[in-house]
């Protein structure tokens, strides 16, 4: 049976990750780091297909200044994340997508990246 | 060729001159610039207007644009600042609904300016862009797609409390663009007729919610009951044919006047799918054919008849929506 995602209520920017605040209480964080190398762009999610592209994705972003990112949300569905600096800002990150990261799960369900129609 | 033995090295030989970018670069990067400028501006509106309300159903012809129109005028009769947005760009009538009919957009400093239609209601609708009513639209996904963003970007909507976006039925592109665009969407509307063909079409709209993550503010049902009033003798007991022949027999007061309603198209289905699918029950509006003539005069029935039979259902209708807003407004995420 799939797991039921609670509602997000509140969310802090903190120096280095994100506090998550859900409506069944739990509060939860991630990483900037970790949000960023699980951007689900069609840019970036290609390179966490093989394990050693996924590695240089990660050390790419922890080499940028992770500072407090803008955020915006998407409908009702989705947030995105504006940074300061260099590092892509393209990622639509849906609200299930943050609760696995939360959660330490694979955002991606192992499943890799494949271009064009599903 | 020169005779000089000695030759000169120039390493820009063969290379473009220097003279900046060109033309086809120049609008590139115009056009990049129109988008990000587009982008911070979606996100500016979201913060202007308070409350963006979607109006969809499965179905085409049950009634979609005067629901939307009705919704925003009563909400301006509470004293509202509303406006509407007309997304069916292929087949735009809420100008013609809102006595707009004719009028041109003003178009300012790159921005265009909303035509103001009855009880200052700000319209945005393709029907202002056509040169004659007869013109069609024939536009494909992508083109669409920047038509609507371009209505959302690009509109210099000032501050307003309610946005209701009417939408062409089903549940296409259209929905799709505005809910990735323009944020904090407070939810949808599903307007229904109560025939089964419309409600198995509006259940689908919900599922179509659902998916977007877009929460349903609720089911209207429209054209749900027709009111015939007459004259009879005193006290007497009126029969009326209804549909399919049934007798619907009603008692005439004192002074002999009789109301009684029929229900064209059955009643209660858009009770019934919004129970089925746990989503609340907005109400019934009457099937009134003054909302045709009202329509095509471009005189809603609301700002005709403003204590009306259909004024008031429109206005308890409202009261459904903003009970349901608040409620959800109170769970809104909070970001610091």
New interface residues.
Partial sequence: MAEIMP???????RKSDLLLTY?SGDELSVEYVDLRHACPCAKCAPNRNEDQTSIDLRESVEKLANKKPK????????LSFEWEDQGCSSGIY??ERIWALANNKDPDNGKPYVHGPW | MSDSPVSVHNPNEGQPQDEGPSAAQQKQMEQAYAQMKRKMSM?EI?KKIKHKIMVLSGKGGVGKSTVSTGLALSLAQQGHKVGILDIDITGPNVPKMMGLDGKRLHVEGGRIHPAQGHLGVKVISMAFLLDDDDTPVVWRGPIKLGAIQQFIGDVEWGNLDYLVIDFPPGTSDEPLTV??S????D?MVIVTTPQDVALMDSRKSIGFAES????VLGVVENMSGYTINGKSAPNSTVEIAGPGGKSISTQADDEGNFSVVVDIFKKGGGKNTAEEFSVPYLGALPFDPGFVRGGDDGVHRIVSEPEGHSAKAFSEVVAAIQEQIGASES?S????
């Fill in positions: 509602k997000l209520t509140r969310l802090e920017r409506e955020v915006v949300t998407i409908g009702n569905y989705a849906r609200f | 996100q979201g809910a990735q323009l944020p904090d969407i939810g977007l993550k877009v929460p769970s995420l909070e970001i610091i």
